[in-house]
């Protein structure tokens, strides 16, 4: 059964044109007009492709009273992603070809589509190969989880033989506890990391980049690619203060200052990320570092535009279609003919305020809470079916 999404903004080929989309499970028209067995009114606001998150938690297995598939699956669209790159250091590591096998079955139950990130080690270079993953990810600073490479030869290793048509994720952040160091560390370590990816010919690509530094030294090497999150756009160290235990995340809320620079050189990022690390309420008063943020990042970046911070067309490709090409996923990321009809419709216009109460997430809460945005999803549509609309799930 063919659906028409008609009247709204669409975003075609980098730019907003009004025209109207239909879609028989895969998009088969685009133009003025178009007549389906059903139909949507999207008129006064923007379609656009599904969004794909590049860097989720999703918490399943080893973590599910903090998230789970389905929880996870119903932020995502809530959010107006379609697609997610799931992260693999859970409690228990996606390290092998087994553990992601398992992933991979526990995830049917997600709304959205969960793709996988493989954790690389010191001494699962078989592993890696049995698995064939799409993408790799490398933790070459502490963080949540026990995969840092501690030796290092491990990383040229990696560069070596992961295939090469295939990116290679990396953590740099240091878990140095004073700004300055944590900052310098961290630089030090993007730079060493884009130095031997460029001695090898090896495509990486530079998680969470908090700073303007981590996004030059990426910038500066064509094969490397950079992400950037909200919280790292919007909120500075003195909302960590304000937050409390609240406010911990890694990488770290940087200063104003550094807050400010990051935003104006945002968009030589490549994409954004959510960098969705949800915990409950206890754990956060126990220590634990990350945030939630599928359903707010959209909001942020839009609301973001409206004030004339950010182009919307930067924003819009840096969440959808460059994730696409960045991580090889086909078919998805824009609206074009003949590819997946996964779309989400948004009210550019609606106001709201951020309660972490009646999140879908399942830690409920967000460090941006009480914070009014612009601009909220309306509508989604996954493999050309609705599962969201009217800001509720069907």
Not at 168 to 180: K, M, N, Y
Not at 197 to 207: D, E, K, L, P
Not at 299 to 309: E, K, R, S, T, V
């Amino acid at each position: 059964m063919s659906l028409v999404i008609k009247g709204g903004t669409a975003f075609l080929g980098g730019r907003f044109v009004k025209n109207d989309i239909l879609i028989d499970g895969v998009i088969t028209g685009i133009g003025p007009d178009l007549k389906g067995d059903e139909t949507i009114n999207a008129n006064g606001l923007l379609v656009l492709p599904g969004l794909i998150d590049p860097h989720v938690h999703l918490r399943e297995p080893g973590g599910t009273q903090k998230e789970d598939f389905r929880t996870g699956g119903r932020a995502a669209i809530a959010g107006g992603f379609t697609t997610v790159i799931d992260m693999p250091n859970n409690a228990v590591p996606t390290t092998t070809k087994e553990r992601l096998d398992e992933k991979i079955r526990l995830a049917k139950k997600a709304l959205c589509d969960v793709l996988f990130h493989f954790g690389g080690t010191d001494d699962n270079f078989e592993e890696v190969r049995k698995a064939d993953p799409a993408s790799l990810k490398l933790y070459l600073g502490r963080t949540t989880g026990e995969l840092m490479l501690n030796d290092p030869a491990s990383l040229e290793k990696h560069f070596r033989s992961f295939p090469a048509d295939r990116p290679i994720v990396l953590h740099c952040s240091s878990d140095a506890g004073d700004e300055e160091t944590n900052l310098r560390e961290t630089c030090e370590t993007t730079e060493r990391a884009v130095s031997l990816a460029r001695t090898v010919g090896r495509r990486i690509h530079i998680a969470h980049a908090s700073s303007k530094k981590e996004i030059a030294i990426a910038k500066g090497y064509d094969k490397c690619t950079a992400e950037v999150t909200p919280h790292h756009l919007f909120l500075s160290a003195a909302d960590a203060k304000r937050l409390g235990a609240f406010g911990k995340v890694y990488p770290p809320l940087r200063s104003e200052q550094e807050r400010a620079m990051l935003l104006s050189a945002a968009k030589s990022a490549d994409c954004i990320a959510t960098d969705h690390a949800p915990h409950t309420k206890e754990d956060k008063e126990e220590g634990a570092a990350g945030f939630p943020g599928l359903e707010t990042s959209l909001a942020l970046m839009l609301d973001a535009c409206a004030q004339g911070l950010m182009e919307k067309e930067w924003a819009i490709q840096g969440m959808s279609e460059n994730v696409a090409r960045i991580f090889n996923i086909q078919k998805k990321g824009k609206l074009e003919k003949g590819h997946v009809g996964d779309v989400t419709i948004v009210d550019s216009k609606k106001e709201w305020k951020v309660d972490g109460s009646k999140l879908q997430t399942k830690c409920r809460w967000s460090p941006f809470d009480g914070k009014k945005l612009k601009g909220k999803v309306h509508t989604v549509i996954k493999d050309g079916k609705p599962v969201y609309a009217d800001y509720e799930f069907l």
